[in-house]
């Protein structure tokens, strides 16, 4: 059954808030399926929010048959201020002590192309695979305010439909490499969730929703899961052009 929703609320922590509920929710749901169940994190501000909430309100049994990883990782070492997965070990990971195996981190330190290379390999051993797909049951997601998402940027829109599950990416303005999901494994996830904040994406945000002037250039309209359980958390500055 598809299940595509809006949710918008005051601001960011707000969002972070009611977010944080919902991987509450999840965690009870799945602790009582006794599964195991596979979920890539992102980075940025709210995500970090979220992991600090997550740290205060639930506890290290709450997550034993989660598999964390990661959609993008700055080519950075793990202990640098930019890594995606550091700063997800220290504002959650560690204050919950959860255990190293069940952590499959992008490795930003290696040969992009080579890590670029086994962490695509890596997914296919640890997670489902669907008509040759790596599925997760749950990804999320932000958007730039060049409408870029995991870390496929306008200017290299062609990442997107890579037959790889991961890919080298590029900044465009930094020229720093990065190392992404493609399209092919976001749009096989079971569930998608999108985390925008800010005025500053709220124009292009209008464009994605509502398909108008130059949406089809934004990565981050092509987000379109099979599932068709897409689901976007926006905060009111995000949605002030809607």
Not at 155 to 162: A, E, G, P, R, V
Not at 190 to 213: D, H, Q, Y
């Amino acid at each position: 059954m598809e299940r595509r929703r809006h949710y918008v609320y005051p601001d960011p922590a707000s969002l972070a808030g009611a977010f944080a509920c919902e991987v509450s929710n999840f965690l009870m749901e799945v602790s009582d399926s006794g599964k195991p169940v596979h979920v890539a994190l992102s980075g940025g501000s709210t995500p970090l929010s979220i992991f600090k909430q997550l740290k205060d309100t639930t506890l290290k049994e709450h997550w034993t048959f989660v598999r964390l990883y990661w959609v993008d990782e700055r080519c950075v070492p793990p202990d640098h201020e930019e890594s995606n997965y550091g700063n997800a070990l220290k504002s959650m990971i560690q204050p919950l002590d959860l255990p190293g195996e069940h952590l499959h981190r992008i490795r930003g330190e290696e040969d992009p192309a080579s890590e670029a290379a086994r962490y695509g390999q890596m997914l296919s051993e640890q997670l489902p695979v669907e008509r040759g797909v790596p599925v997760f049951d749950w990804i999320w997601l932000g958007m730039g305010e060049d409408g870029h998402t995991a870390s496929i940027f306008p200017d290299q829109l062609h990442l997107w439909n890579s037959p790889e599950s991961c890919a080298v990416a590029t900044h465009p303005g930094t020229g720093q490499k990065r190392i992404t999901l493609t399209g092919n494994v976001i749009n096989a996830a079971r569930r998608v969730s999108f985390l925008v904040t800010g005025e500053k994406k709220a124009p292009l945000l209008n464009e994605i929703i509502m398909k108008e002037g130059r949406y089809l250039e934004y990565p981050a309209f092509y987000v379109a899961p099979d599932s068709g359980n897409l689901e976007w958390f926006m905060d009111k500055d995000a949605t002030s052009w809607l």
